[in-house]
T-cell receptor, first 111, second 112 residues
Framework: DAKTTQPPSMDCAEGRAANLPCNHS???????VYWYRQIHSQGPQYIIH???NNETNEMASLIITEDRKSSTLILPHATLRDTAVYYC????????????FGAGTQVVVTP | EADIYQTPRYLVIGTGKKITLECSQT?????MYWYQQDPGMELHLIHY???????EKGDLSSESTVSRIRTEHFPLTLESARPSHTSQYLC???????????FGSGTRLTVV
């Protein structure tokens, strides 16, 4: 599975959009981009995933570049409860994939 | 409402004791996983299962063992607990194919 690179930390003001970058320059054609977050040592929570098209759900939007070498998770209106570690994971699209978590990005939303 | 349950939530136990951490899911997921996470550190996969009677070791070596006799149940056992086993243990499950994982709330284990 391709490795990912994320900034170790970022701050965001409450009510503003949070844009979380992720580089995955070695991604292959059958690998999906998944985003999870972990709030204060709770079990990680699934946010969104995509292959090559941009995706949106009730939690966030995922923008994947045309060459698929990077992506951005967008939290449109950050709240204090969005403070968490956010993980970008690239995983092969078959039934045998196992999620491997890196260090992620610690996002702190401030009032 | 949680679809994957871990018990106990917290456990403090003496060195040398045998312990079993329970994990059950009600979603009929084929795949189940155990992750270990020390405070402030990364999650590491220690065991996984793709179905009944299937168990594999993960990327991080662990002295624990697992079993998968029923689809919904994936317990983790430590035969002789040591202080080095102090950590948080997170269980997860997923459907076959590309899908999101569902994690339990974790068991925070302290061995004294």
């Amino acid at each position: 599975d391709a490795k990912t690179t994320q900034p170790p930390s970022m701050d965001c003001a409450e009510g503003r959009a949070a844009n979380l970058p992720c580089n995955h320059s070695t991604i292959s054609g059958n690998e999906y981009v998944y985003w999870y977050r972990q709030i204060h040592s709770q079990g990680p929570q699934y946010i969104i995933h995509g292959l090559k098209n941009n995706e949106t759900n009730e939690m966030a939007s995922l923008i994947i570049t045309e060459d698929r070498k990077s992506s951005t998770l967008i939290l449109p209106h950050a709240t204090l409860r969005d403070t968490a570690v956010y993980y970008c994971i690239v995983i092969i699209a078959d039934s045998w994939g196992k999620l491997q978590f890196g260090a992620g990005t610690q996002v702190v939303v401030t009032p | 409402e949680a679809d994957i349950y871990q018990t106990p939530r917290y456990l403090v136990i003496g060195t040398g004791k045998k312990i079993t951490l329970e994990c059950s899911q009600t979603m009929g997921h084929d795949k189940m996983y155990w992750y270990q996470q020390d405070p402030g550190m990364e999650l590491h996969l220690i065991h996984y299962s793709y179905g009944v009677n299937s168990t594999e070791k993960g990327d991080l070596s662990s002295e624990s063992t697992v079993s998968r006799i029923r689809t919904e149940h994936f317990p983790l056992t430590l035969e002789s607990a040591r202080p080095s086993h102090t950590s948080q243990y997170l269980c997860a499950s997923s459907r076959a194919g590309v899908s999101g994982y569902t994690f339990g709330s974790g068991t925070r284990l302290t061995v004294v």
